[in-house]
């Protein structure tokens, strides 16, 4: 089956403009997480949302990151205003079920500031 | 502060030689869940493996074992006989009961094994 997809799988922005990241999760996962990777921090957390619930926002970095689930399938994750800090690899995953289950994880959106 | 912590930033072994990976966690929490993923050069990260912290059997799976023991709060992973097809960077993570969803990540140990 389909696994996690994301588009687009590169993006390069000028300092300053907005993007628009997506992530398509598996069919059927109620949960679904935003990661970034970068080089001098590692595999953060951003947000994830499961059914739901209220999504839990604690590893967003600033207020110019936002995320959104509509109709608990595909989600944008956001970003204002960037800056060249932002450049990293943007992680998508999905769960099946309670979140304790293992995370599917996509190809990820590498994107670049300059 | 760092919860996971992987020492080992890169190892490289030769074919067919084991190789462990170090993974030290560190939380308050009676129950959480370790996990350990692999990330080939490809990008995609790989679920290898979950474990809660009421069971510490360690477990096998082909050529990948894990050993768990919460006295020194590790949870390390020995890929025995390794292959070219191992190489990667290889990630630890822990999950604490306040925030299930949210995985904490080492910083990876890179898996470089040669022929």
């Known amino acids: 089956g389909a696994g996690v997809s994301q588009s687009p799988s590169n993006k390069v922005t000028e300092k300053g403009k907005d993007v628009e990241l997506r992530c398509d999760p598996i069919?059927?996962?109620?949960?679904l997480y935003w990661y970034r990777q970068s080089l001098g921090q590692g595999l953060e957390f951003l947000i994830y949302?499961?059914?739901?619930?209220?999504?839990?926002k604690s590893g967003l970095p600033s207020d110019r990151f936002s995320a959104e689930r509509t109709g608990g399938s595909v989600s944008t994750l956001t970003i204002q205003r960037t800056q060249q800090e932002d450049s990293a690899v943007y992680l998508c995953?999905?769960?099946?079920?309670?979140?304790?289950?293992?995370?599917?994880f996509g190809p990820g959106t590498r994107l670049t500031v300059t | 502060a760092q919860k996971v912590t992987q020492a080992q930033t890169e190892i490289s072994v030769v074919e067919k030689e084991d190789v462990t990976l170090d993974c030290v966690y560190e939380?308050?929490?009676?129950?959480?869940?370790l996990f350990w993923y692999k990330q080939p050069p490809s990008g995609e990260l790989v679920f290898l493996i979950r474990?809660?912290?009421?069971?510490?059997q360690n477990e096998i799976s082909g050529r990948y074992s894990w050993n768990f023991q919460k006295s020194t709060s590790s949870f390390n992973f020995t890929i025995t006989a390794s292959q070219v097809v191992d190489s990667a960077v290889y990630f630890c993570?822990?999950?604490?009961?306040?925030?299930?969803?949210?995985?904490?990540f080492g910083a990876g140990t890179q898996v470089v094994v040669t022929p």
């Open positions: 995953a999905s769960s099946f079920g309670a979140s304790l289950n293992e995370q599917y």
């Open positions: 069919s059927g996962h109620t949960a």
């Open positions: 949302f499961q059914g739901n619930s209220a999504p839990d």
């Open positions: 939380t308050r929490d009676t129950t959480y869940y």
């Open positions: 474990r809660n912290s009421f069971d510490e």
């Open positions: 993570a822990l999950s604490e009961v306040d925030s299930w969803g949210k995985l904490q």
